[in-house]
């Protein structure tokens, strides 16, 4: 495939920026389509014209990575100025520490535990029966007990996910860690930190480049004929084929918006434990950027719920028997030719950005190696099975 053909994206969410910016480099003209009205997908990122506070419009997004290429990938595009994700929860009529740490594990029991007590005390409360945990509920008796996993994950999970938790996979719990120690840093990665001017002008200067044109607020049919030498489509895979084997389930949220003046909660994230309250947590904007001060505040509620027909997808569910439809959709998607299903919505699954930005880099190498030996590009390099 020659330098100097054209190259589709739809999307201009961070797949779409990032492979974009590759194949740019390395001489492709792209053009990029999105529906919405801004770039930057759900990382969107906005000013709020009353407070001047910078708003993580679809929910907070908060960049942590190991990957050291990915974080100086970020940085070259903006600075990154240091944040740490201190998650607090109020349930039972308590505000606690999470992840959970020594401080919730003392604070919840009236104890004064060290750390070793505190591990066997745990071990104590575990469900030693469940050897080989599958469910998000089998995962916390069998790693917290009873008693932390109603406070702290019951009730959140089953408002978040909309099921039992016995219904969910236990991958969904193994991205939270049981710390026995102070440490409530709610990531354990090398490398955390915020955008110093917001996610959408990260993305805006990704896509800064001469050979890239972005057509905001556009849809593009991706099986409408075309004069693209390949497309990558970041859009939702049961989208992709007009939803022929029905809609893969997802979550969507409502936020409710709400400006205070001060410090509404001392904190940005607020989770809510109680199944009896209606929202999972709340966030206080500011506080995602805290090298800026603000006397306003905006803060969110955010709700969980199905996501209709008309509602903007999430997080995929992936329940057990979604995965037969799923495996439709892959054998149907794995049929076309000359397009890379990219990103979140179009593999199905739950992405952090940096993973979201390694799999982009990835698949754009990939693409250019391709191109050279002439060899065919795979429907996908990140498989949603
Ligand atoms: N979770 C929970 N209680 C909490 C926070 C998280 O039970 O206070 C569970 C919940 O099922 C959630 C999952 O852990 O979906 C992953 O949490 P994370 O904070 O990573 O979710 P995100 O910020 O991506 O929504």
């Known amino acids: 495939m020659a330098q100097g053909q054209k190259i589709g994206i739809v999307g201009a969410g961070l797949s779409g920026a990032v492979i974009a910016r590759e194949l740019a ?38 960049f942590h990575t190991d990957d050291a290429e990915v974080w100086d990938y970020v940085n070259g595009y903006q600075t990154f100025l240091p944040y740490k994700n201190r998650v607090k929860t109020t349930s039972q009529g308590q505000v606690y520490s999470l992840p959970v740490n020594l401080h919730t594990i003392n604070q919840f029991f009236g104890k004064t535990f060290r750390p070793e007590e505190a591990r066997a005390f745990i071990e104590e409360q575990a469900d030693k029966t469940i050897t080989d945990p599958q469910t998000f509920e089998e995962q916390a008796l069998r790693f917290v007990g009873r008693d932390l996993y109603e406070a702290f994950f019951k009730g959140y999970t089953e408002k978040q996910w909309g099921c039992s938790p016995t219904d969910l996979p236990a991958s969904i719990l193994k991205r939270l860690p049981v710390r026995f120690n102070y440490d409530d840093n709610y990531f354990f990665h090398k490398f955390q930190g915020m955008p110093e001017n917001g996610y959408t002008d990260m993305i805006e ?48 949220l409502d936020f409710e918006r709400f400006t205070y003046q001060g410090d509404y909660q001392g904190c940005a994230v607020m989770n809510y434990g109680d199944a009896s309250v209606p929202y999972t947590r709340i966030t206080e904007h500011k506080h995602f950027s805290p090298w800026e001060s603000h006397e306003g505040s905006v803060c969110y509620r955010e709700f969980s719920r199905a996501c209709g027909e008309d509602d903007i997808p999430y997080y995929p569910i992936r329940l057990v028997e979604e995965k037969a439809q799923l495996a439709d959709y892959v054998a149907r998607a794995n049929e076309e030719k000359a397009v890379t299903f990219v990103g979140r919505l179009a593999t199905y699954r739950y992405l952090d950005m940096d993973v979201t930005i390694r799999e982009a880099l990835d698949t754009a190498r990939l693409f250019l190696a391709k191109s050279k030996e002439e060899a065919a590009m795979p429907a996908f390099v990140h498989a949603p099975l």
Not at 30 to 48: L, M, Y
Not at 232 to 251: I, K, N
């Open 25 to 62: 480099e390395a001489g492709y003209e792209v053009e990029v389509f999105d529906t919405r009205p801004h770039i930057g997908g759900n990382c969107h990122t906005e000013r709020d014209a009353e407070t001047g506070v910078m708003v993580h419009i679809y929910g907070p997004h908060i």
């Open 205 to 252: 200067k990704i896509f800064d480049h001469p050979k890239i044109k972005v057509t905001l607020g556009q849809h593009f049919d991706p099986r409408a004929p075309h004069d693209y030498a390949h497309l990558f489509y970041s859009g939702p895979l049961d989208g992709y084929f007009a939803y022929e084997f029905g809609r893969l389930g997802y979550r969507t």
